[in-house]
């Protein structure tokens, strides 16, 4: 496939089209590099977009059909698409924001002639959680249960506007990533937030398996993709899994059981007011986990992970600066000294 000449990318305020532009503003293959969002990035992530250039526009606005018609953009990256309802609006802002900025620049790119290539950075929150999920789902598969998350809801509408695109403009090569949960030092996600805390609590009776993503390895999936990546739908996840009490167990927290009933409440009491602000599909996550199969990713995308599941867990943890209740040392003794009392009982068998 032909390298991109000029590349937009949407959400350039944000960590994820920040570093994406970054890292395209460093390829010299590539013409230029457009940066859009409707507020300005902070003067460190402008200074470190480069050659990149910035435009303030709104994607719902039409605008956006200028900045893309003007600048002959083939290649365009969405990664606008926010997870919660902003500060100062509500369920319908961010509906507004998402679905309906999605539609407006799909739209755009429909009627461009000279737009080629679209990546949409997606979630793995298409696929739900539930006790009838799949050890790993494939890219075929849907929700068994439907989600009852905004930003699953949306993210589904947002896949079905980009393929009814591809197949209205069957040459602009779509490209749908469904990221995994991300993980990562600069990343301040809702895994880093659940587990930076003393206490925190687990449904009685379940261990969520959690497939991760290093931030690191999502923007890497997003370049390969928009450089050279075919068009189809892509699960994007590092390897293996952590369990959600080994993870506390790493972070240095307690993990306390409770019923399922009373997760939400009684973990606002242990947590404060960071259990008040995760979204009906995080708190399903560490209720149910959710599996990913990657073959495809790695057969047909061409992308490999660097950071395993475990390793992007630690690196998070390494560079977040949780402040342990169980100290490393302890549970390092502990684990030494329950594998000293399994060699022996074995070895008297």
Partial sequence: M???????????????????VTRLAQD????????????????DM???MGRAEFVRADIRNPLIGKVIRGAKVDTVVHAATIDKAPKSGNRTAM???????AMQLFAVCQKSPDVRKVVVRSSSAVYGCSAKDPARFTEEMSARTPPRGA??????????????????RPEIAVSLLRMAPLVGPRLHGAVSQFLNSPVVPIIMG??????????????AALERATVAGPAGTFNVAADGVVML?????????????????????????????????????????????????????????????????????????????????????W???????????????????
């Avoid at 010299?28 to 003067?43: G, L, N, T």
């Fill in 245 to 329: 009490s080994q993870a506390i167990r790493r972070a240095g927290g307690v993990a306390v059981p409770v019923p399922y009933p009373l997760f939400r409440t009684l973990g606002r009491a242990m947590m404060g007011s960071v259990m008040r602000d995760f979204t009906n599909e995080q708190l399903d996550y560490y209720h149910f986990g959710c599996g990913l199969d990657t073959h495809r990713m790695r057969a047909e995308l061409g992308f490999e992970p660097r950071w395993t599941s475990l390793q992007a867990m630690d690196d998070t943890i390494r560079g977040a600066g949780f402040s342990p209740v169980i100290s490393k040392e």
């Fill in 151 to 168: 930003f699953a809801q949306d993210t589904i509408e947002i896949e079905g506007y980009a393929r009814g695109l591809g197949r209205r």
């Fill in 206 to 219: 379940r261990d969520a398996r959690m497939q991760l993503l290093h931030e690191e390895d999502a923007l």
């Fill in 2 to 20: 032909q390298p991109p000449g000029v590349v937009l990318v949407t959400g350039a305020s944000r960590f994820f089209g920040g570093y994406l």
């Fill in 95 to 101: 509906k507004d924001m998402n679905v309906l900025g």
């Fill in 28 to 43: 010299p293959s590539i013409e230029r590099v457009i940066a859009v969002d409707a507020v300005s990035p902070s003067k």
């Fill in 331 to 349: 549970l390092r003794s502990v684990e030494s000294g329950v594998g000293r009392l399994v060699g022996a009982t074995g070895a008297t068998r």
């Fill in 46 to 48: 402008l200074r470190r």
